[in-house]
């Protein structure tokens, strides 16, 4: 792409009612804009890293055996009635009404309409089990929207349902999404620890929420340190094996969020390894029995010949809210620093003097075979000064900077710039080619 083409509106002041810093630097790179209270336009680079993330959590999601849908954003009240949720709700549901007078919500969550899907189609022990989900826009009606995407109203959510015979299997399903989690999240370059949560009215023991540590979290944490270091299992892991031995290792240590924490428990973590700290909640999974296929009459007919509600688990990752959280963990005072994983463009090719025949052709070319090589490259084309396109380019954050200028060339050479650590090489342009391709 070359930049004279994108549309990259970058702010040259941080707008002052942007509290934190991923919400700056989103505006000011030109990657969102709200539209009202909560609600944005996803400009096309933040649309790109946003669709980076959402495929890393699909493939994950793939990886561990969930099978994608998309179900709609508007949902029926009816079907809350149902489940007794339509009352109980509240305000952060946006109710509509449609011309012919029905009830409609904006989806805050769809447990009621997948469970409909499921009661449809399946009544036998030897349809389960299945994990389904989807990754659609939801919308709760927050009291107070802030922070940018972190906590918006309308928001993108990839949600997972589970359904099971019975507990015991309901409990592999929840391990499955447990390990595709932390998969998930250290491919997006996120340290995120399970914790304990609070399951509400139901009880048991079976939800975490996924909480990555920053100062400017929303949620107050306790946990183990051991654990912000202990790595995720990775690709390898067979989720049809037993993961349960994979989970334990990381429940075995203390992590509870506030709600749930137990100053006396926390005690007996060593000194030096009590952990206490903010964090921001970009995932959260929950198993939750029969809470919703009893009321809705979702039957399994067992080898028994007994109808039994099915065993049901919902597993979210706020993958709008990654994006915040992307950024919290990854920026210095000049701007993002793009894991690559979830980089916009995969480097920038930086003319630094633009309409200088020597400069053009040998940037026309390094664009021309990195594009032939399969990258990405965003190519600062335009005549802005080069102080103006190193702002630019440090701010948008992409992984590597070629940068060509006509004093190098008469040299041949050209600099690759490193944008995490800063490390510049002087190469030819032919190296340097090679060495990014
Ligand atoms: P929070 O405690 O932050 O309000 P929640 O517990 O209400 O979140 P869940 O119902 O668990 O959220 O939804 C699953 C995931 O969706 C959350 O873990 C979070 O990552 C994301 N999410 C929830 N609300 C928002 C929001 N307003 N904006 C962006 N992401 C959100
Ligand atoms: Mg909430
Ligand atoms: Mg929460
Ligand atoms: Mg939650």
């Known amino acids: 792409m070359r930049l004279s083409r994108f549309f990259l509106p970058v702010l040259k002041e941080t707008p002052s009612d942007a509290e934190i810093i991923s919400h700056q630097l989103m505006l000011r790179a030109g990657m969102i804009r709200q539209q009202s209270a909560g609600i944005y336009t996803w400009l096309p680079l933040g649309w790109k890293v946003l669709q980076k993330i959402e495929q890393i959590v699909r493939e994950e999601q793939n990886r561990a055996g969930a099978v994608e849908m998309l ?15 339509y009352d109980d709700y509240g305000q952060e549901m946006l109710r509509i009404t449609d011309r012919k007078k029905r009830d ?12 409909d899907i499921f009661r449809s189609y399946c009544r036998s022990y030897k349809d389960v089990p299945k994990l389904l989900y989807h990754i659609q826009w939801k919308f709760r ?5 802030r922070f940018g995407v972190m906590r918006g109203r309308e928001f993108l959510m990839k949600d997972t349902y ?11 399903s929840y391990n499955r999404m447990f390990i595709a ?38 949620s107050e944490v306790f946990c183990h340190a051991d654990l912000v270091e202990m790595g995720a299992p990775g690709a390898s892991v067979d989720f049809d094996g037993d993961l349960q031995p994979l989970v334990d290792q990381r429940t075995a240590l203390y992590a509870a969020t506030e709600e749930m924490h137990d100053p006396a ?14 964090g921001i909640e970009v995932g959260h999974i929950f198993n939750f029995g029969t809470k919703y296929s009893e009321p809705m009459k979702a039957n399994l007919t067992h080898p028994d010949g007994q109808d039994r509600p099915v065993h049901m688990g919902s597993y979210g990752v706020g993958v709008s809210r990654l994006f915040g959280a992307i950024i ?44 032939a090589a399969g990258l990405d490259p965003l190519y600062d084309d335009t005549d802005n000064r080069a102080g103006a396109k190193f702002a630019t ?10 940068v060509v200028g006509p004093r190098g060339l008469k040299e041949g050479k050209v600099e690759v710039k490193i944008r995490r650590s800063g490390e510049t090489h002087e190469l030819s342009l032919e190296d340097a080619v090679a060495r990014l391709a």
């Open 141 to 145: 009606d927050e009291i107070r929207p």
């Open 393 to 402: 380019a440090d701010l948008i954050g992409l992984p590597y900077q070629l």
């Open 162 to 172: 589970s359904f099971d015979t019975d507990e015991a299997a309901a409990r592999k």
């Open 328 to 371: 919290e963990a990854h920026h210095d005072e000049k701007g993002c620093i793009w894991p690559d994983s979830v980089a916009p463009f995969d480097l920038g090719i930086i003319n630094m003097r633009a309409g200088d025949g020597a400069c053009d052709s040998a940037c026309d070319g390094a664009y021309a075979s990195l594009v």
């Open 265 to 278: 428990a926390f005690a007996a973590v060593p000194k030096h390894r009590q952990l206490s700290a903010r």
């Open 71 to 85: 179900m709609p954003t508007l949902q029926s009240a009816d079907l809350w009635r149902e489940s007794g949720r």
């Open 104 to 115: 409609m919500l904006y989806g805050p969550t769809n447990e009621e309409m997948i469970t």
């Open 181 to 218: 989690y932390l998969n998930t999240f250290t491919r997006l370059g996120l340290k995120a620890v399970p914790m304990r949560a609070d399951t509400g009215p139901i009880g048991g023991d079976l939800s975490h929420e996924f909480i990555v540590l920053a100062e400017t979290g929303e």
